[in-house]
């Protein structure tokens, strides 16, 4: 049975920091490409960042020079370091494992909530 099983969110003010983190099981991880997705109320579900299994990242532009992806296989484990957090990024954020050869083998956490407000 495949688990993403998220931490770490919380309220924030805005301009502080957080780290997600998400920690897979049933899958061999290391040949997973893990992402961060997020989604407020009323609005899509958004790509913030992805790391491939060669630890090759892309991040969204409104996330770009604040948020760091990175993982540890050794503990099948994402993490997502969030800086200077404004309102705008208030959302529940989503673990995503997607197998490099198939993207059929496509797996989702149950999210965490992030709020950022004064």
């Known amino acids: 049975q495949v688990q993403l099983v998220e931490s770490g969110g919380g309220l924030v003010q805005p301009g502080g920091s957080l780290t997600l983190s998400c920690v897979a099981s049933?899958?061999?991880?290391?040949?997973?490409?893990m992402g961060w997705y997020r989604q407020a109320p009323g609005k899509q579900r958004e790509l913030v960042a992805r790391?491939?299994?060669?630890?090759?990242?892309n991040y969204a532009d409104s996330v770009k020079g604040r948020f760091t992806i990175s993982r540890d296989n050794a503990k099948n484990t994402v993490y997502l370091q969030m800086n200077s957090l404004t309102p705008e990024d208030t959302s529940v954020y989503y673990c995503?494992?997607?197998?490099?050869?198939?993207?059929?083998?496509?797996?989702w956490g149950q999210g965490t909530q992030v709020t950022v407000s004064s």
């Open positions: 049933g899958i061999m991880f290391r040949n997973y490409a």
């Open positions: 790391i491939t299994i060669n630890a090759n990242t």
């Open positions: 995503n494992a997607r197998h490099f050869l198939s993207q059929s083998a496509d797996y």
